[in-house]
């Protein structure tokens, strides 16, 4: 679309091409609406692409985010996506010394299997009926609660008739997490693979009064209905490109290289003003929807910026020749890499590791957890490579905020790793190093993004994925109708910093829609 050729008028402009923008331009196109979505970057996705990090290497990976668990498959059926999610035979395996003996938690292969996994490591019965309890009160919480994500938002007193459970509302909504956690599991194991959930992308102790932590487990363990999260075929860039034809076929059309500077609003209607190689130009519209962080949002419309947000997390992307075998030979790598396999997350690791984080200390044990889509989806390799045993592992660590790569980010990095790896190979009956493969330059296949890394990559305010703490999902003061309101009347905010945003769900998308088409 050239600069400088006046200005065009359409229904909705929204500002962003990630999965959220392009959701809401695909709703609002099949509704007949005049959509255009600017888009800064040459291509779309945001954070939710797939790539080939390393040159040579016929592997897409899914660089930044990388499993689906909270995308509603009525926004796939309403949208005639074609996009399919694959489920993971095992859950998670865990490794840990005890006795002096190299053994493990494998979770999943069956209910009997996972059951014997359990005595194996904790000598008796009590920590699986305690696991079978706690799960169960989290899936009838997912029941109730994963369908009003598509809804107007509920107030607290609705969801909390909707839930019907006490126990459950208290343990999830109104005590840290913590207590949850301490008062039904004794195994300090098991109690860190529970706490986990809540610890993704938020740097939070299992007793935060602020319960952050408690919103990120909720969103953690309601997806679909059950709380799986899934590998997508393709990569995460399947979605993205599945949902970018959707909205042009409906007719919306995307603007690559157009990066939003300013909106201007008048509460009738808005005009967005971007830049281009070429120039500037400017877009007017009844609807803005910005799909980008609440910072941006103030920032394009010169409204006083919140607090910043603050990542806490490292993104590790590798691609092996071979999986590395483990010190617990009791275990096949195949099994133990397929679902999450969790490193230096016991639970009294996790609260060492934030107690030193907190403190301006790299955590001298960096807790992490890994994942290899290729197993379950080796369509993400070139036929050479998967004929060959070659697999991916990305690799998520937490409890890393932002701050602490102030000082010099690459250098804090690649310290960083050095000690993450190091906590794997604790392990691994053989070095990881020894299974990397290689680019077309001879440099081995691993790269590592810090928060500063994702502020810059993906304008992350803070490197926080989640763009700002997770929200409850219900409505509070200010929250409006469907979470994407904001303070400019016809400007939405449908990128995950709204109410029921962060991670790859296109709820705020679908929201924002539907706000526009109500109106």
Same mark, same amino acid.
């Given at each position: 679309?050239?600069?400088?050729?006046?200005?065009?008028?359409?229904?909705?402009?929204?500002?962003?091409?990630?999965?959220?923008?392009?959701?809401?331009?695909?709703?609002?196109?099949?509704?007949?609406?005049?959509?255009?979505?600017?888009?800064?970057?040459?291509?779309?996705?945001?954070?939710?692409?797939?790539?080939?990090?390393?040159?040579?290497?016929?592997?897409?990976?899914?660089?930044?985010?990388?499993?689906?668990?909270?995308?509603?498959?009525?926004?796939?059926?309403?949208?005639?996506?074609?996009?399919?999610?694959?489920?993971?035979?095992?859950?998670?395996?865990?490794?840990?010394?005890?006795?002096?003996?190299?053994?493990?938690?494998?979770?999943?292969?069956?209910?009997?299997?996972?059951?014997?996994?359990?005595?194996?490591?904790?000598?008796?019965?009590?920590?699986?009926?305690?696991?079978?309890?706690?799960?169960?009160?989290?899936?009838?919480?997912?029941?109730?609660?994963?369908?009003?994500?598509?809804?107007?938002?509920? *107030?607290?007193?609705?969801?909390?008739?909707?839930?019907?459970?006490?126990?459950?509302?208290?343990?999830?909504?109104?005590?840290?997490?913590?207590?949850?956690?301490?008062?039904?599991?004794?195994?300090?194991?098991?109690?860190?693979?529970?706490?986990?959930?809540?610890?993704?992308?938020?740097? =939070?102790?299992?007793?935060?009064?602020?319960?952050?932590?408690?919103?990120?487990?909720?969103?953690?363990?309601?997806?679909?209905?059950?709380?799986?999260?899934?590998?997508?075929?393709?990569?995460?860039?399947?979605?993205?490109?599945?949902?970018? =034809?959707?909205?042009?076929?409906?007719?919306?059309?995307?603007?690559?290289?157009?990066?939003?500077?300013?909106?201007?609003?008048? *509460?009738?209607?808005?005009?967005?003003?971007?830049?281009?190689?070429?120039?500037?130009?400017?877009?007017?519209?009844?609807?803005?929807?910005?799909?980008?962080?609440?910072?941006?949002?103030?920032?394009?419309?010169?409204?006083?910026?919140?607090?910043?947000?603050?990542?806490?997390?490292?993104?590790?992307?590798?691609?092996?020749?071979?999986?590395?075998?483990?010190?617990?030979?009791?275990?096949?790598?195949?099994?133990?890499?397929?679902?999450?396999?969790?490193?230096?997350?016991?639970?009294?690791?996790?609260?060492?590791?934030?107690?030193?984080?907190?403190?301006?200390?790299?955590?001298?044990?960096?807790?992490?957890?890994?994942?290899?889509?290729?197993?379950?989806?080796?369509?993400?390799?070139?036929?050479?490579?998967?004929?060959?045993?070659?697999?991916?592992?990305?690799?998520?660590?937490?409890?890393?905020?932002?701050?602490?790569?102030?000082?010099?980010?690459?250098?804090?990095?690649?310290?960083?790793?050095?000690?993450?790896?190091?906590?794997?190979?604790?392990?691994?009956?053989?070095?990881?190093?020894?299974?990397?493969?290689?680019?077309?330059? *001879?440099?081995?296949?691993?790269?590592?993004?810090?928060?500063?890394?994702?502020?810059?990559?993906?304008?992350?305010?803070?490197?926080?994925?989640?763009?700002?703490?997770?929200?409850?999902?219900?409505?509070?003061?200010?929250?409006?109708?469907?979470?994407?309101?904001?303070?400019?009347?016809?400007?939405?905010?449908?990128?995950?910093?709204?109410?029921?945003?962060? *991670?790859?769900?296109?709820?705020?998308?679908?929201?924002?829609?539907?706000?526009?088409?109500?109106?």
């Amino acid at each position: 679309m050239p600069a400088n050729e006046g200005t065009r008028t359409y229904d909705a402009v929204i500002v962003g091409g990630g999965h959220n923008g392009l959701v809401a331009a695909a709703y609002l196109a099949r509704a007949g609406r005049s959509v255009l979505v600017l888009e800064r970057l040459d291509h779309t996705g945001g954070a939710a692409v797939s790539t080939r990090p390393f040159a040579g290497v016929e592997a897409r990976l899914s660089r930044y985010s990388y499993l689906v668990s909270l995308l509603p498959q009525k926004i796939v059926r309403d949208l005639g996506l074609r996009f399919q999610v694959r489920g993971r035979t095992i859950s998670s395996y865990t490794p840990t010394e005890r006795g002096g003996r190299a053994t493990g938690l494998l979770v999943g292969g069956g209910e009997q299997r996972t059951r014997e996994a359990f005595a194996r490591l904790t000598g008796g019965e009590r920590e699986y009926a305690a696991w079978e309890r706690f799960y169960g009160m989290t899936a009838r919480v997912a029941e109730r609660v994963f369908p009003t994500l598509t809804e107007p938002l509920p *107030g607290r007193d609705e969801l909390r008739r909707r839930i019907d459970d006490d126990t459950a509302w208290r343990a999830l909504f109104e005590e840290p997490i913590g207590v949850a956690v301490e008062e039904n599991f004794t195994d300090d194991l098991v109690r860190g693979v529970v706490l986990t959930d809540a610890l993704i992308g938020t740097f =939070a102790d299992a007793h935060d009064p602020s319960l952050a932590q408690n919103r990120c487990f909720l969103y953690h363990v309601i997806g679909g209905g059950t709380g799986a999260w899934d590998v997508p075929v393709g990569g995460m860039g399947a979605l993205t490109d599945a949902l970018a =034809a959707a909205a042009r076929s409906a007719g919306a059309v995307i603007a690559t290289g157009h990066e939003a500077v300013r909106v201007d609003s008048d *509460g009738k209607t808005a005009e967005v003003t971007y830049r281009t190689a070429d120039g500037e130009g400017v877009a007017a519209a009844r609807h803005v929807l910005v799909n980008a962080s609440p910072h941006e949002l103030a920032t394009l419309m010169g409204d006083a910026a919140p607090e910043p947000a603050e990542g806490a997390q490292l993104k590790v992307n590798m691609l092996l020749t071979r999986l590395p075998r483990l010190r617990d030979d009791s275990v096949d790598p195949r099994e133990a890499f397929a679902g999450t396999f969790h490193i230096a997350e016991g639970y009294r690791q996790l609260a060492t590791a934030h107690a030193q984080a907190a403190a301006g200390e790299l955590p001298a044990a960096p807790p992490s957890e890994i994942y290899c889509h290729s197993l379950t989806d080796p369509s993400i390799l070139g036929p050479g490579l998967a004929g060959r045993g070659y697999q991916t592992l990305t690799l998520f660590g937490l409890h890393t905020p932002a701050r602490l790569f102030d000082r010099d980010n690459d250098a804090v990095r690649e310290e960083l790793l050095k000690s993450t790896l190091a906590q794997l190979d604790a392990h691994l009956a053989e070095p990881l190093a020894d299974c990397l493969a290689t680019d077309a330059d *001879g440099r081995p296949c691993i790269e590592a993004k810090t928060p500063l890394d994702l502020e810059r990559d993906l304008r992350l305010p803070g490197g926080n994925i989640f763009h700002r703490a997770l929200s409850w999902p219900y409505a509070q003061e200010g929250t409006g109708r469907w979470g994407v309101e904001t303070a400019h009347p016809g400007v939405l905010l449908c990128g995950a910093g709204a109410v029921r945003g962060g *991670g790859v769900s296109g709820v705020p998308g679908h929201n924002a829609a539907m706000a526009v088409l109500e109106s």
